[in-house]
C-alpha cells in the first residue's frame, strides 16, 4: 500500500508539502536534516533587503 493511500483526507494538508516530505525522507533525509535546511532558507530571506 502507498503513503498517499495510508493518508486521511484532509483540507488542511498540502498535498505538494506531503509529497515533498515523502521524497525527503526516501531520499535518506533525517527530520533534523529538513528542519535545518528550512532554518537556514528563512535565516538567507531574512538577510535580503527588503525593497
Known amino acids: 500500500m502507498s503513503v498517499k493511500q495510508t493518508l486521511v483526507p484532509n483540507k ?3 498535498e ?3 509529497y515533498l516530505m ?5 531520499s535518506g533525509l533525517s527530520k533534523e536534516e529538513i528542519r ?7 535565516q538567507e530571506n ?5 525593497h
Not at 515523502?22 to 526516501?26: G, L, T
Not at 535545518?36 to 528563512?42: I, N, P
Not at 531574512?46 to 527588503?50: A, F, G, I, V, W
Open 12 to 14: 488542511n494538508l498540502d
Open 16 to 18: 505538494n508539502w506531503v
Open 22 to 26: 515523502i521524497v525527503a525522507r526516501d
Open 36 to 42: 535545518q535546511f528550512f532554518l537556514e532558507c528563512k
Open 46 to 50: 531574512e538577510d535580503k533587503p527588503k
